[in-house]
């Protein structure tokens, strides 16, 4: 889910250029031929990889968990640097056996993300205040660099359509920060793998593009108006994600890299052929899947709510199982895992109220475990801006789920004993 309510060019920051840029640079390359020398032992030491046939491993051993999203960890503290109520909430999960969390590791607005350029020594500050306190509790991370489609853009004063463009300066700020982002923590035992974005895919090739464009805000940073320029097509999102990877490889070899794409749409491959809602067959689909997720990409991710299963593949509705079934298939025969980055039911009473979206949760949930789905993460933990319809805190409504994702977790901790 894209959270939006977090209510010129841009100059290079001041470490990025000159002479303490190219020393940093030099101190940089000289320790990655230093590892290289010594059998790369960063590599050695990612917490999970993607093994042959598309197998998570932890410390050398198939693993599966599900996790919990916890959009605004960073979000909060990026607005207000003294906000360390991550730490608290760290505390929570891990004391439901949670084992990961999946966070949005950048500003969703541009004026957010101009900390980065103009305090980047600021910035850093309360990022590693996350890591940190990650790796104080034994949680994993998977940062979501890029999160919102636009913000990028945005802020170096370009429209969106730039992330299709290689040679664009959305393009050179992304691999700028790729590289301090990775570099920063490639040896931090809580990053368990890096993500570029939220669903850009599910922007791409819209018959009504028109109608969607990205949110005008110009108080926080966005420009007064939008065009054309704004539209995403299927071979911007594939040069987007295939060269944030391919950045990423540069400075940490062995983490999973991941999308986050939801599920394609029901109509993703005529989208792109023919700008029509028509329905693509099972084979569409799976061919959608794996073009957005080019090499070196290796964490295949989906979104999994309850209107997914309506019209897809021309149907009325399809079982949860049959879409994880064939998203598992997809992604194993082409060597890579399934990440289910995001699933839940939003409980208000147009959706079917509490206990139908309790029994949606459940029977995802069953869904990712018995299909053998090796990460999933549920949405959201504390987000009060999402209160009304499926925000997850240990004292509301919700917090059953906590529990739920407990039980789930002791189970496959079993069954990894049993093996």
Known sequence: MNDGSNNSDARPGKADFGEVGLLRRKAFFLGLAVAMLLGSAFAAEAPIV???GGVVLKDGEPWRGIGINYFSAFGRTLKDGDDTSYREGFEVLRAHGIPFIRFMAG???????RLYLDGREEYFRRLDGVVKAAEDAGLGLIPSLFWYSACVPD????PRNAWGKPGSKTHAFMRRYVEDVVMRYVDSPAVWAWEFGNEYSL???LPNAGQHRPWIH????TPDKRSADDDLTHDDIVAAVGEFAKTVRKFDPKRPITTG??????SAQHQRAELSWKHDTPEQFAANLLEVTPDPNNLVSVH???FEKKGRFGREGVAYREVLELCMNTARGAGKALFVGEFGAPDTEEDGGPEKARAECKEILAAIVDTGVPLAALWNYD?????????????NHRSYLLDELQKANAALAAAREAE
Request: no cysteine.
């Open 50 to 52: 993607v093994g042959e």
């Open 107 to 113: 500003g969703f607005w541009p004026n957010e993300m």
């Open 155 to 158: 802020l170096v004063g370009e």
């Open 203 to 205: 922007a791409a090739d």
């Open 218 to 221: 110009p108080k926080l940073g």
């Open 261 to 266: 794409h939801s599920l394609p749409r029901p």
């Open 304 to 306: 999994v709510y309850p």
């Open 383 to 395: 987000l009060p801006s999402q209160e009304h319809f499926i925000n997850i805190t240990p004292t």
